[in-house]
Structure formats: structure tokens, C-alpha cells
């Protein structure tokens, strides 16, 4: 096998290929995993419980030794020392040292980190200033509540001024506005050109930073790319219909034949179209003219990142890792 | 940095530990308690003059005076190198690594640029120098009231402190084994305490059959046993090195003793046999080469410091 060489000119801030993990207890956890996460993007994974996003993560941070995996990190292979002080992490259902202060730890992990001891007072008043945690500081983390350790956890993994943030469920027991915090503060950090890699449960959320985005599901990737494609494709169309609603009534009532035949629904003000084709909406809103009816607005349904991820999964439930049958 | 980030740590969390602060206060205890004696000529006053006896064996103003002291200086040491000290201080290291190793806190930092073998072996030094703190001050502090109160300063007392480490670390090399193995604080205290047992009648067994004369007839267990003995930790020695340093009692005394007439007449019987044994075996330990009793034994513990580094880099945490 010949291994392929990469340099720092990759153009991916994460390049993993081919990953394989299989846990002692026979648990597929990784199948052959291949994730792309360009340079300066937001990038999200998707999957229910026990589809191996965390086992991916914990490789890229050296946590789980893969069975194989090729690719790069930061240009690097995977686990390289140097580029490791480059990654902020935060691991999932992380717990710190109950006997630390908050800031007493942040000055640890950035040591770790070899921020130099100057920077990393300086480092550790700025984040945790951003986070919100300022005045808990001098806190024993045992004290702190869950969202609370959420917040010191993401100041954990900004200490060393990193190039990639990969973050696991960080918005995990952080209250909504806490949730809104974090995300401005996401956006923030890619506008000045990190690269962040995201697992979360909160699709909304993952809508509403990321550019791109992998669905995993029992150990593979079922669906990548950017958040637009996925959610480009148009399910039917909307039209809105205005003008007097008793008027209306009477109108498609007398052409409720023909509109159950195009395949469109009635509810209240808006006629819904679930085919796809350009071609139907229109002959619709013909028809609608036709019928003395005031179209108000045509709006093509697209799907949600809700609907594209009910839609990968299929039926039936999906929580942990491949079974041998 | 990233060690003494670690070493730093490693206090903080010993300074949130119970058992950290028992030890201390132990080290208190036994100090003011030797404070509260005091050797005259003519008497030993307890607590100030609460109590008083005639002092026979322990007049700091002569030599054998000051050999009784002396006496008394090893004893002590016996309670830090012997098996409370030692005990306590596994106990109180103990949870060093399960603690790094719990889930959630470790991922943070396995991801750090650190190499596995590297963050095992400070965190390892970490905690060997916690211990060799509560050595510090237990030493420390019952060295000067030695010194000061019973006017008896003595110097390789202060050798307590690096055999006691020593002694420490031949256990918790494998209280280290275990705790990466298991990650429970709990199984590794135990099981260095089994372990600590299986050295001590590897080192019993080694000594009887090395010097005690009955044993001679079973000559063909002899090299294999006496062989065997020298792998594991020489715990037994530690505490004859500590008394021979310390100018206690000496290997000729003890064989001189063995040689007294008494011993070999008839009237002892059996009796007589097994005493002059058991001293042939002790001026026997007491004989001991230190410098190939503590290199085999840190040999040993590097190997098992080795295992259970190669265990804690392959793991999946
Ligand atoms: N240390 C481990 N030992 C054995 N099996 C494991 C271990 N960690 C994870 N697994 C298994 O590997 C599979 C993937 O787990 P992983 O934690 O990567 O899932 P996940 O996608 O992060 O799930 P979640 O959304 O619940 O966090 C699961 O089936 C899990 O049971
Ligand atoms: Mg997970």
C-alpha cells in the first residue's frame, strides 16, 4: 500500500480517510469514515446517539487509537504533537478537576497547551470575560452548575488560541441564552478564520452556524456536504391565497375536484402542492385564476435539517452502532 | 512547563485531600509527643512533669546514653519506613492517576500536545513528590525535636526521607499498575498491599534459606529460592539499611550473640536452636549489599513502571 503524502497545503483543516474503529467489545463503532472539514468553515456532525461522532473525535484528539485511519489534521497526520497545541477541544460530559478555580484551571490546560505563563493570564481573563464566567473565577469548579462547567469548558478550549475547535456538544445543559452566547460567539471566532468541528443533538442550532454539515449514522457517513445542498431540495409549494375568506371557501369548493386530482391540499388560506415540478405549481395557479382567486404569495417548501436528517436515518431506531446480525 | 503545570496540580489536589492532611497532622502528632518527653540524668519527665521515672538507659550525657536515644530515633523511623508509613502514604497516592484517568477528564488531556509515556511518567514524578513532602515534614519535624529536646542531633536520621521513598516506591509502582489497569483507587490500594505481602515472603524466604542453618536440608530449594528472592523488592531490607546508617545495632553484635555459649547447651533445647537461627538470619539482612538490594529492586519497579506506561498508551479512553 502506498501511503499518501500530505503536506501543510492541504486545503482541509480536517481530512480524515478511511476510519475504522472497532471497540474491544466488538462494537463497529467507525466503518470506513470519511470527513472533510475545509479551512476557516463551520462544520457539523450530525447522528443519533451511539453513531460514532464522539469515537470520531476522541481520534482526531488522540483520546481512542484507531483500528485505521488515514488522512490529516491541520495538514498533519493524525495525533501530530505540534498541531495538537493548534486544536482547542472540548470533550463531551467533560469533568474537571472538582478541586480547581476556574481560572487556576484554565491556567493548567494552557500550560499543557505551552501558552507561555504571561499569555496565559492574559488568555484566561479574556475568555473567561467572553464566556461570562468572570465572576466565578475564583470558584471552586465543584460548585458550579452544569452550563456553568459548559462555559468554562469552551474558555478551556480557546486558551491556546487555536486554529481548530473541535467542540462535543457544547451547548450541552447551557441555558437558551447562554445557547445564543455561544453561537454569536462561534460566529465570531470563524470570522477570524477558525476552523470549527461541532457534534451536536440541537439541529436548529447546527442550522442556524454551520456551512456544512455529515450525517453519521451507525458508524458511517450517510450524507455530506453544505447545509444548503441538503436543504436545497424542494419538497412541494405553498400558495397563499388572498382575498375574502367566505368568498374563497365557495370558490375552491367548486373546484375541489380538480385540485384533488393535481394532488393539492386545502388548508384554510393556502393551497399545498406536494409535487415538485415547476410545471404543476403552475398549471395550479392557473387553475386558481381560472377560479377568480387571488394568489398572495407562491413559496416552494423546502426541507428542514430536521426532515433531511428523519429522511437519512429511515425508519425504525437507530441508537448505537452497527449490530452483527 | 507542562511538569510542573502537573506538579502544581498534583498539590492542589493533595491539598484537597483528607488524607493528605491526616498524614500531616500524624507528622504533628508524633513530633509533639516526642516533645513531651524529656531525658535527664537522673529521670525521664513525661508531659512537663506530669509523670516521672528514673532514667536508666537514656542519659543524653553519656555515649551509651545517647546509643538509647539513638535506639529510640530508629524506632521512629521504623514507623515511617515500616508498614503504617508506607501504608498511609499508598493510600494517600493512590488516587493520583485514577483521578487524571476518570472519564471526561482525561480526554482534555490526551488532547494537549504531550506525549502519553511523558504525561504518565511526570504525573508519576508528581506524585512521588507529594509523598516525599509529607516525608519531608514528618522527618523534619521529629529530627529537631530530637534535637532540640532530647539534644541528640542526628544526622542520617534525615536518611528517612529518601529511604522512605524508596520503600514507597517499590510498592506503588504497583499501586500504579493497578490503578491504570482498573482506574479504581481502591483496587490498586489493595492489591499493592497483596503484592507488598507476596514481596515480603519472597524476602522471608530468601533470608531463611540464605542464612538460617536448619534450612540446609533442603539444599536443592536453596539456589532457586535464594534466586527468586532477589526479584521482586527487597521491602525487608529498607529498615536494616535505616538502622545500620543510623549506627544502631551491628551485624558482629548480633552474630557474637548468636555465638554465646548459652544458646548451644542442652538445657535450651530446640529453643536455643531457634533463637541462634533467628539471629543468624537477622546478622544476615543486616549484611545485606544495599547497593544490589536497591538496584535489583528498582529494577523491578521500572519494569512494572514500564508495563503499566505501555498499558496506559494503548488504552481507548
Ligand atoms: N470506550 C468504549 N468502549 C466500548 N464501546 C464504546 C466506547 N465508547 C463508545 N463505544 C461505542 O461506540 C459507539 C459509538 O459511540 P460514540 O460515543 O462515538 O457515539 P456518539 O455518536 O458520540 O453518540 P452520542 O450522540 O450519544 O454522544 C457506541 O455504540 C458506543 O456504545
Ligand atoms: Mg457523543
Redesign the interface.
Known amino acids: 500500500m502506498t501511503m499518501l503524502h500530505t503536506t501543510e497545503l492541504t486545503n482541509w483543516a480536517v481530512d480524515l480517510i478511511d476510519v475504522h474503529k472497532t ?2 467489545r466488538k462494537v463497529k463503532a467507525l466503518r470506513g469514515v470519511h470527513v472533510q472539514v475545509g479551512r476557516g468553515e463551520v462544520f457539523g456532525l450530525l447522528g443519533p446517539n451511539g453513531a460514532g461522532k464522539s469515537t470520531l473525535v ?1 481520534i482526531m ?5 484507531p483500528d485505521r485511519a488515514l488522512g490529516t489534521v491541520l495538514g498533519r497526520p493524525i495525533g501530530h ?5 493548534r ?1 482547542g ?1 472540548l ?10 478555580r476556574g481560572e ?1 484551571l484554565l ?3 494552557g ?4 501558552v ?2 504571561v499569555q496565559r493570564r492574559k488568555n484566561a481573563a479574556y475568555w473567561l470575560e467572553r464566556v461570562g464566567m468572570k465572576d466565578w473565577a475564583g470558584t471552586r469548579i465543584r460548585e458550579y452548575s452544569k452550563g456553568m462547567m459548559q462555559r468554562l469548558g469552551l474558555a ?1 478550549a480557546l486558551m491556546n488560541d487555536p486554529e481548530l475547535l ?1 467542540l462535543d456538544e457544547p451547548t450541552d445543559g447551557v441555558d437558551p441564552v447562554g445557547r445564543r452566547d455561544i453561537r454569536l460567539l462561534l460566529t465570531e471566532l470563524k470570522g477570524q478564520g477558525k476552523t470549527i468541528l461541532l457534534n451536536s443533538h440541537l439541529l436548529s442550532e447546527i442550522e442556524l452556524v454551520c456551512d456544512r454539515v455529515a450525517i453519521m449514522k451507525e458508524g458511517l457517513v450517510a450524507r455530506q456536504g453544505p447545509l444548503r445542498d441538503l436543504t436545497e431540495r424542494v419538497l412541494g409549494y405553498r400558495v397563499r391565497l388572498g382575498g375574502e375568506r367566505a368568498a374563497n371557501a365557495a370558490r375552491i369548493g367548486s373546484m375541489s375536484e380538480k385540485l384533488a386530482a393535481m394532488g393539492a391540499r386545502i388548508e384554510d388560506h393556502v393551497v399545498q402542492l406536494a409535487s415538485q415540478e415547476i410545471g404543476r405549481v403552475n398549471e395550479l395557479i392557473d387553475l386558481l385564476r381560472a377560479g377568480g382567486l387571488l394568489i398572495e404569495s407562491v413559496e416552494p417548501r423546502r426541507l428542514s435539517l430536521e426532515e433531511v436528517f428523519v429522511e437519512v436515518l429511515g425508519a425504525g431506531s437507530h441508537v448505537g452502532a452497527a449490530r452483527p446480525t | 512547563m507542562q511538569f510542573g503545570a502537573l506538579l502544581i496540580d498534583g498539590f492542589r489536589e493533595a491539598l484537597d485531600r483528607k488524607i493528605f492532611w491526616v498524614l500531616i497532622g500524624i507528622a504533628v502528632v508524633v513530633a509533639a509527643a516526642m516533645f513531651c518527653v524529656e531525658f535527664r540524668s537522673d529521670q525521664v519527665i513525661f508531659l512537663f512533669g506530669l509523670h516521672t521515672t528514673p532514667n536508666t538507659n537514656w542519659d543524653p550525657a553519656t555515649e551509651a546514653g545517647r546509643k538509647g536515644i539513638v535506639d529510640i530515633g530508629v524506632s521512629v523511623m521504623d514507623l515511617i519506613l515500616g508498614w503504617v508509613g508506607t501504608t498511609l502514604m499508598v493510600i494517600a497516592a493512590a488516587g493520583a492517576f485514577p483521578a487524571m484517568m476518570e472519564k471526561g477528564a482525561i480526554e482534555v488531556v490526551l488532547g494537549k500536545p504531550i506525549g502519553r509515556a511523558r504525561l504518565f511518567f511526570y504525573k508519576y514524578l508528581a506524585s512521588m513528590t507529594l509523598v516525599a513532602l509529607v516525608s519531608v515534614v514528618f522527618v523534619g519535624l521529629t529530627f529537631v525535636v530530637m534535637g532540640v529536646r532530647w539534644k541528640v542531633w542526628m544526622w542520617p536520621y534525615l536518611l528517612s526521607v529518601p529511604l522512605s521513598l524508596l520503600m514507597f516506591s517499590y510498592i506503588y509502582c504497583v499501586t500504579v499498575l493497578v490503578a491504570v489497569k482498573t482506574k479504581s483507587a481502591l483496587a490498586s490500594v489493595l492489591l499493592s498491599l497483596v503484592a507488598w505481602f507476596v514481596f515480603w515472603i519472597f524476602g522471608y524466604l530468601g533470608a531463611q534459606f540464605s542464612a538460617n542453618p536448619s534450612l540446609e536440608r533442603f539444599e536443592k530449594w536453596r539456589a532457586p529460592i535464594v534466586a527468586a528472592s532477589w526479584v521482586p523488592p527487597k521491602t525487608l531490607h529498607v529498615t536494616y539499611f535505616a538502622q545500620r546508617w543510623c549506627g544502631g545495632s551491628k551485624a558482629e553484635d548480633v552474630l557474637k550473640m548468636a555465638d554465646m555459649p548459652e544458646f548451644k547447651s542442652a538445657d535450651m533445647g530446640d529453643a536455643g536452636n531457634m533463637v541462634r537461627d533467628t539471629l543468624l538470619v537477622e546478622a544476615h539482612l543486616m549484611r545485606t549489599d544495599p547497593v544490589s538490594s536497591i538496584a535489583s529492586s528498582l529494577i523491578f519497579e521500572a519494569a512494572v513502571l514500564l508495563l503499566a506506561a505501555w498499558s496506559f498508551r494503548r488504552q481507548d479512553f
Request: charged share 25%.
Open positions: 471497540y474491544r476522541k484528539m488522540t483520546v481512542v487509537h504533537r505540534g498541531k495538537l497545541g486544536i477541544y470533550p463531551e460530559n467533560h469533568r474537571y478537576p472538582g478541586y480547581l487556576q491556567d493548567f490546560y500550560a499543557l497547551s505551552k507561555p505563563r478551556q473541535v
